[in-house]
């Protein structure tokens, strides 16, 4: 599968979906459902079986693939209970989902409260084509609904009828689209590539991924090993046998040897952590296109398990701009708008994960934003906050200092110097950090937008529109009212934006300027692009 080509092609109107939604009567997922639930099954007895096969003498692979039969039939059996017992309901004003075993639970979500609907493909569930359907409410977590699993042309069709049965709730009097009106929708989902990232993009994003979760896992399974293993058992001296039977050549090699064989474990640690980040980063980012169509911005990505997402532009709250200290250096950043939706559990969409601002200003611009420019007017925070924190951010280095000092000159006072000098001149260098980081941090106003950057070594930048604020705070702590300055909170929808350390006049002069903006707005008249 290339970058350029669709997950979940659009399918024209008709079938059971519309079926069910004229009827109102209730509708169970894909039957094939049943199969993907057992083949997970499967997949999770695999560790249990080996483990019991190793841990029970002569007879284990008997037992294990007993283990494993077991575990699989009784997941088929719960696959299959799940199944019959999980209905959807495509009615007028919402849609509603009944399932449980032994307990019922019924959930209606209005349409209008639907944020947005995805498409979720996992490997298993890619191989029968079938897909998870999920509404987003905007709440995130537990709050949102989850059907597992429709075939891929009812999942897309399910999708453009649920959003046209929410547009319809937000707005007052529109005429039903006809079949030809829906299949001409469903076909502008293709639409303007903004950005996509093909192979050789994303081993270079995965270079910077470095990532030691490998050994994580490596440590989960041990302990999951336990559970069958009881490695109380072992002799020790048998483990020491061992260790110095294996290890004595090391001690040969004296010290150069020795240097040597430590430099080569830690090649193979950066080695393993680069090909694990390039690896994670294969499974999450294959197949990455952005694209601009009439319903929004449209983002499909992974290899494993494949979504389908959709950002409505007048949703888009604010960006994201960050980096890596090391990626800073070359140039590459992502950039993430904050949503009403959840992405994997994170309030902010990642619309370009890996790319060159060059490549992330059409982006910004699709969405009605403006990235900073060079001759922004930019406001630092008040050098009596720079003191502040300064000084109670190195505090406890210099209470240990004074610590330590005490505690070795009373009873090694030969230490004292290292015991105490230490901490303090960690003290100093966080103190001369926290004046350079200073330096950094800044805010801007213009007639439409806010922003503030901040860090040193990896920069982030935060950009949102005047009139998308809800609220906007001045939040002031005892020092802070002492000093004359305080932090800005700005109501953002899905996401944070708070500005510290801006000296008060300062401050009341952002707070006067955002709300006389949304004061003076008639947001009535805004169009579906927020202007």
Do not use: C
Not at 85 to 90: G, Q, W
Not at 269 to 291: C, K, N, P, Q
Not at 461 to 485: C, D, F, M, N
Request: hydrophobic share 50%; proline share 4%.
């Amino acid at each position: 599968m290339t970058a350029d080509s669709p997950a979940f092609p659009a399918q024209p109107a008709g079938g059971g979906v519309e079926d069910a939604a004229r009827s109102g009567e209730p509708k169970r997922t894909a039957p094939l459902s049943v199969i993907v639930g057992s083949l997970s099954s499967a997949q999770g007895a695999i560790i249990p079986a080996i483990f019991a096969a190793f841990s029970t003498g002569a007879a284990g692979l008997l037992i294990g693939l007993g283990v494993g039969l077991a575990i699989t039939l009784i997941g088929s059996a719960f696959a299959y209970a799940r199944w019959r017992r999980l209905t959807y309901t495509v009615g007028e004003q919402d849609i509603r989902v009944e399932s449980g075993l032994l307990s019922r639970a019924a959930r209606s979500v209005p349409y209008e409260r639907i944020q947005d609907v995805s498409l979720e493909q996992p490997l298993l569930a890619r191989l029968f084509d079938l897909v998870a359907v999920k509404f987003e409410t905007g709440a995130g977590g537990a709050d949102d609904l989850a059907l597992a699993f429709l075939s891929s042309a009812e999942g897309e069709r399910l999708r453009q009828l649920v959003r046209e049965r929410r547009d319809e709730a937000q707005e007052e009097g529109p005429a039903r689209p006809t079949d030809g009106e829906a299949r001409a929708a469903a076909a502008e989902e293709e639409g303007e590539v903004l950005f996509a990232m093909d192979t050789g993009r994303i081993f270079t994003f995965g270079l910077f991924e470095f990532s030691l979760a490998v050994f994580a896992v490596l440590g989960g399974l041990f302990q999951y090993a336990n559970s069958f293993f009881d490695f109380d058992d072992i002799d020790p001296d048998v483990v020491e046998q061992v260790v110095e039977r294996q290890g004595g050549w090391l001690f040969e090699l004296g010290a150069y040897g020795q240097a040597i064989t430590a430099l080569i474990g830690l090649v193979a640690v950066l080695f393993i952590g680069s090909a694990t980040g390039i690896a994670r980063t294969f499974a999450r980012e294959w197949g990455f296109v952005l694209e601009r169509t009439a319903r929004g911005f449209r983002r499909r990505r992974g290899l494993f398990t494949r979504t389908d997402v959709v950002m409505p532009v007048h949703r888009v709250q604010g960006l994201q701009l960050a980096t890596g200290w090391l990626r800073y250096r070359f140039g590459w950043q992502s950039l993430s708008f904050v949503s009403l939706a959840q992405d994997a559990g994170q309030s902010s969409h990642v619309v370009a994960p890996f790319a060159q601002i060059e490549e992330i200003e059409p982006i910004a611009s699709a969405a009605g934003f403006r990235l900073p420019g060079a001759d922004e007017d930019w406001h630092r925070a008040s050098v009596k906050y720079r003191t502040d924190a300064m000084i109670w951010d190195s505090l406890w280095f210099f209470l240990a200092a004074i610590i330590a000092g005490v505690s070795t000159a009373i009873f090694a006072p030969e230490w004292t110097w290292l015991a105490a000098g230490g901490p303090f001149l960690l003290g100093l260098v966080n103190m001369g950090l926290q004046a350079l980081a200073w330096r950094f941090k800044r805010h801007a106003l213009d007639d439409a937008q806010i922003m503030a950057v901040s860090g040193i070594l990896s920069p982030k930048t935060q950009v949102a529109t005047r009139l998308k604020l809800h609220s906007v705070e001045i939040a002031q702590g005892p020092i802070a009212r002492w000093r004359g300055y305080a932090t800005v909170h700005l109501g953002l929808a899905g996401g944070e934006f708070a500005i510290p350390g801006v000296p008060l006049e300062r401050a009341r002069e952002v707070r006067a300027k955002v709300l006389e903006t949304i004061a003076a707005t008639d947001f009535s008249r805004l169009d579906g692009a927020g202007r």
